[in-house]
């Protein structure tokens, strides 16, 4: 249906005045072939040339990604060139841009709260998450190179699952599909990938300065960006892999998480999954199926004990291991403030009936707030003194 839609936009574009075009570009998309509702036809065909551009214009050259995506995108403008004209290209750009901003404005006005997920444990994350370069880039970002906040509205999130680095390469293993969520980890042995795993923690951020990151077809990652900090507004965690597959009735998130130790095999597999696709299987069902089908070559980490108590008690080892690094932490904190409260008594008080009771106040002040002493402390008490 899709190949025969897209066939039909390109002849009747040819008999078309640039007025009728972009009439006709505005009309709304036949449900059945569009990817999400209200989609244009003109955000359809955008979508569709992006896809057979991708398909036959691959890196493999290994280009830095930010030229290659300079060339590819180049590429797929000259291939809309060919179907709308070259003259009514502008203008069709110009429509879809328009487009893009309104369902922006429509997404965020829907969203109600926005959470980054991270390894990085919060004493070291801050009070703000921070711009990073995006040096792989983004789905559908055309912003490689810049520096950007990434965040999403889903509280269960399957990206908590990381590749053992961020080469490139590394990165290639890890699956992430984000039309239904399930995770495939490619030529990887599972309980060493497992090994690797930190924990994750859910940074939920000010919303105020992130933008929806939609394509000109209109497709919504599910992601939004920033160019600017957003403060943290609220921590949870930690979060596994054990809270991300465990089911629903167990507090989990239930997202399949699937292993295919061998990389060699996934080209069948990919292929035995999109066949059952194609006869109308969702996703999830279909890479179940083909799971079922082959289970020594593509494990599901949901029904598989023997890794769930493999990555359950890793869990409890790196709790421990954090409990005992932040233990640590308030123990040389204690004692660099117990010295500078020290220090700072000494040089104001020197009756030691009053340095004693400063040192009480200052405890009872540590405790509270993991603090030192400061300028007012030592005029209040010595207010009171008097």
Known sequence: MRGSMLQNIETCLQKLSFEEKSSYLSQICPADVASFPNQTIGQYLFSQISAVNDKFHTNVAKKPLSEY??????????????????????????????????????????????????????????????????????????????????????????????????????????????????????????????????????????????????????????????????????????????????????????????????KEDKKTISEKINELRGLGATRTEAMKQVSEQFPNKLMLFNENKELQDYAQNLDIEKQKKTQRVENEKIRQRKNLNTETNFAMIQQNFQNPKNQKAMMKYAEKKEKKTGTTLTKEDIIKQKLRAV
């Open 69 to 262: 995506m300079q060339e590819h995108n180049e590429l797929r403008d000259d291939l809309l060139k060919l179907v709308v004209g070259k003259d009514f290209f502008p203008h069709y750009m110009r429509q879809l841009e328009d487009l893009r901003d309104k369902r922006c404005h429509e997404i965020m006005e829907n969203t109600e709260h926005l959470y980054h997920f991270s390894q990085v444990v919060p004493e070291e994350f801050g009070t703000y998450l921070q711009p990073k370069p995006q040096l792989a880039g983004n789905a559908l970002s055309e912003r490689i190179g810049e520096e950007l906040c990434y965040a999403a509205a889903d509280k269960e999130s399957h990206y908590i699952v990381k590749p053992p680095s961020n080469e490139r390469e590394q990165w290639e293993g890890v699956s992430i599909y984000m039309d239904e969520k399930a995770v495939m980890v490619s030529g990887y042995q599972p309980k060493e990938f497992l090994d690797k795993q930190a924990l994750s923690y859910r940074y939920e951020v000010d919303k105020t300065t992130f933008r929806p990151n939609v394509s000109l077809s209109g497709d919504f990652t599910n992601e939004y960006e920033s160019l600017e900090k957003a403060k943290v507004v609220q921590v949870e965690g930690p979060f596994s892999i054990i809270d991300m597959t465990n089911p629903r009735e167990q507090g989990g998130w239930n997202i399949p998480v699937y292993f295919l130790p061998n």
